[in-house]
């Protein structure tokens, strides 16, 4: 047993590296903040983006030594401050001083209930604000991808809304601005009729990159290890005898190929590696391909993870969706966004078209760049308007590999929750579910951590039905065990 004497000396050094470590949080959060120009004028923005600041510069440190040497004084770990850091930091601060006998007059006050959690407060707000009222039974919300026939099927959009669809989203990839509208319509309708919000998300394509069309040399459509194709524009680009050719629309991609650069296909099924190019193509060696090999086919997406690309961020066809939709949407998914400047010119072909309050922004983290940029694509786009963010996991995997995935979804999960940002978990989320039916322990799994996020995108597939009906169920009774990174004791029943 430790006495209150040995616990005073033992929490002494203690209570100095906390003091250390919140002064130096300050000074660094401050310079953090300063440096997002222009000023951020949004008020219900600029308090949480403070906090964000301080969050980058405490997690710029390994607090791993810290976090065990609080534990055994029964104080927190810091492992849950995410929307509070200087209020957690005080707390313990303050407790801290008190178990080591020093004056507490020289420590932080003990933070107001209210100021503790105004983060989580501030992200309900936002989450209500792009995607609706909460549901009945969570309050994590689900977004489904609508096919084709939501356009004519009034009673189908109906049907998802009333088995919890929370938010539609419209692939603006596909179908036609008449098509969008009518899906839009059928959105409103539901929602009118069974009482349940329901929000309209329309996702821009952005300079996605695709294989538009593939050239065999023979009846084979496989490629395997080894092989080697040719990436070209059109009728350009180099030949090789026996070789497939893919050809991409982007003549842009292949001035900036050299050889090395990975070349990933169809979210990182292909892999491959670039031997030689110019700039009407390239030469690629496959790399990356189960046994059996994979297919090679049209519409599948393209990434080069290792390339800088300076594609502009809206493309001819970006402009003329949002001619179309700026008026009638709710939120305007961001495909591709990679620098704040991105962030800013999206919001002034919105301002021009749509005088007055702006949709909301889904920015889709897809690339490295957007990672690595993701505290200044927030500001640059909270600072205006209420932000979500999307972790488009198959891009973003074929991007900065598999192994690497989801440790990157918990960080931006951290990193969103710090600036009170609502997530959408997607990718391939009920994946085969959703298409063919089937369940599969892992995809219960994964959809099952996905709570943590504050939206879950299922695509479309003829069991979304089905899948909409088992997630909701599954999403509620998580939530009575965990809310982000907090595990709730709810009681067992099981034992």
Same mark, same amino acid.
């Given at each position: ?15 100095? +590296? ?12 401050? $310079?953090? /903040? ?17 906090? @964000? ?19 055994? #004084? ?64 969570? $309050? ?11 356009? $004519? ?16 989203? =419209? ?13 839009? %319509?059928?959105?409103?309708? %539901? ?11 329309? &996702? !821009? ?5 695709? !294989? ?23 009728? /350009? ?9 893919? !050809? ?57 993870? &290792? ?14 969706? @949002?001619? +179309? ?39 889709? !983290? ?10 200044? @694509? ?21 991007? =900065? ?28 989320? #009920? ?55 907090? $595990? ?8």
């Amino acid at each position: 047993m430790i006495s209150a004497r040995n616990a005073e000396r033992a929490a002494a050094p203690l209570r100095e +590296e906390l003091a250390n470590l919140r002064e130096a949080v300050v000074c660094e959060s401050a $310079s953090i /903040y300063d440096s997002w120009n222009p000023p951020i004028e949004r008020r219900a923005f600029r308090l949480v983006a403070r906090n @964000l600041a301080a969050y980058i510069a405490l997690r710029r440190r390994d607090l791993r030594s810290l976090q065990v040497a609080l534990m055994p #004084f029964g104080l927190s770990s810091l492992g849950r401050c995410e929307s509070r850091v200087l209020p957690t930091l005080d707390a313990v601060l303050r407790t801290a001083s008190y178990v080591s006998g020093e004056q507490l007059g020289l420590a932080p006050a003990y933070p107001r209930t209210a100021q503790f959690f105004r983060g989580d407060r501030q992200l309900q707000r936002n989450t209500e604000e792009l995607f609706g009222a909460r549901p009945q039974r969570r $309050s994590t919300r689900i977004m489904v991808t609508l096919p084709s026939e939501a356009a $004519s099927d009034a009673a189908f959009v109906r049907s998802l809304v009333e088995h919890g669809m929370n938010c539609a989203r =419209i692939n603006a990839a596909h179908d036609s601005p008449e098509m969008w509208k009518a899906m839009i %319509a059928n959105v409103r309708a %539901a929602s009118k009729s069974t009482g349940n919000a329901c929000a309209v998300l329309v &996702d !821009i394509a952005g300079p996605k990159m695709r !294989i538009e069309r593939v050239e065999f040399p023979g009846t084979d459509e496989c490629v395997r290890r080894g092989d080697t194709i040719v990436l070209a524009h059109g009728v /350009y680009g180099p030949r090789i005898p026996g070789a497939a050719r893919a !050809i991409c629309g982007l003549p842009e991609v292949f001035p900036a190929l050299e050889p090395g650069h990975r070349v990933m296909i169809d979210e990182g099924r292909i892999g491959a590696r670039v031997e030689r190019a110019d700039k009407n193509g390239a030469v690629l060696r496959i790399d990356q391909a189960r046994e059996r090999g994979e297919k090679l086919r049209a519409q599948k997406g393209l990434n080069f993870p &290792d390339t800088q690309l300076d594609l502009d961020p809206l493309t001819s066809d970006d402009y003329d969706t @949002l001619d +179309e939709i700026a008026q009638d949407t709710d939120l305007i998914g961001y495909s591709f966004v990679r620098d704040p400047a991105d962030v800013a010119l999206l919001q002034e072909e919105l301002r021009k078209r749509r005088p007055g309050a702006l949709p909301g922004i889904v920015l889709k !983290i897809e690339t490295a760049r957007a990672v690595a940029n993701l505290p200044s @694509l927030i500001v640059q786009s909270a600072r205006y308007a209420s932000t979500a963010v999307m972790i488009a996991r198959g891009d973003l995997a074929a991007e =900065i590999g598999y192994r690497r995935v989801a440790e990157m979804q918990e960080e931006l999960l951290w990193i969103c929750e710090a600036a009170s940002v609502p997530v959408v978990w997607a990718t391939q989320v #009920f994946d085969t579910f959703v298409k063919k039916g089937r369940r599969s322990r892992a995809e219960f799994t994964d959809a099952a951590m996905a709570e943590r996020a504050d939206c879950v995108m299922l695509n479309k597939g003829p069991y979304i039905i089905e899948a909409l009906e088992q997630l909701d169920d599954l999403l509620g009774r998580m939530e009575a065990h965990q809310t982000k990174k907090t $595990s709730r004791l709810r009681a067992l029943h099981s034992w």
